[in-house]
């Protein structure tokens, strides 16, 4: 008694082989017979093998939309010589003609390295690889009964605001990074943001949400 079991990887390989060739061009898929295919692969099938024989009727599938496809091409041209000689009767130039002869030909783009099996293997290697998770380092964060990293006497701050005013003002209109491109460290960042977001309540600079720009309102001349 035949072991189809046995015959299924034989058989899936002859139609990997063959939807390869149609893909690449090296064979027409209206020339393939595929019905001796069909009835052996489904002799082949059984329970222990359902996952397989999915992914295997899958290509078949795949060779009959080939198979349509060239059909549809095919019955497409029955018209064109009855137009092609239409056109001979009207006496066309030679310059016309051989215009006509020129946009027939594409030169074919095909470079060995993007080639139809190279980038199927690499889509199958790019949904089998896992990416390791992206880690985010946190600042550390002072406990309650420590002191505050921001220490600014209330006499002084309004001077402070004032020269960091003055600091960014040539900068202006900018986007929102570029005013602490500079600035390395974190207590900085902070305290400067802090006279950021003073000048901002104040009027003296506008903050655009949608673009992430900071400038400075136009102000009337009688102001």
């Not at 064109?80 to 009207?90: D, N, P, R, V």
């Not at 030169?107 to 980038?119: D, E, G, I, T």
């Not at 209109?173 to 960042?189: K, M, Q, R, S, T």
């Not at 003073?198 to 400075?216: P, R, S």
């Amino acid at each position: 008694m035949e072991n189809h079991n046995s015959n299924l990887p034989i058989i899936l390989q002859e139609i990997q082989d063959i939807l390869e060739e149609v893909n690449e061009g090296s064979k027409e898929a209206l020339n393939v017979d595929l019905y001796p295919i069909f009835q052996r692969f489904k002799r082949s099938i059984k329970p222990n093998n359902l996952a397989v024989s999915s992914n295997a009727f899958g290509k078949l599938c795949s060779i009959i939309e080939s198979k349509f496809n060239e059909l549809q091409r095919f019955m497409a041209l029955f018209g064109q010589e009855k137009k092609f000689l239409t056109y001979l009767e009207s006496e066309p130039t030679d310059s016309e003609i051989n215009e006509l002869f020129r946009s027939c030909w594409y030169k074919p783009f095909n470079l060995n390295a993007l080639s139809l099996r190279f980038l199927e293997k690499s889509k199958m290697l790019l949904e089998g690889r896992r990416f390791e998770p992206i880690e985010i380092e946190h600042f550390d964060i002072p406990e309650k009964d420590q002191e505050m990293i921001l220490e600014i006497p209330s006499q002084t701050f309004q001077k402070k605001v004032d020269s960091f005013f003055k600091e960014i003002k040539t900068k202006l209109p900018c986007n929102l990074n570029d005013i602490f491109e500079e600035v390395a460290i974190n207590e900085e960042i902070y305290e400067k943001f802090v006279y950021l977001l003073h000048l901002i309540q104040n009027g003296e600079i506008l903050y655009q949400k949608q673009t992430n720009f900071v400038y400075i309102p136009k102000r009337e001349k009688n102001e």
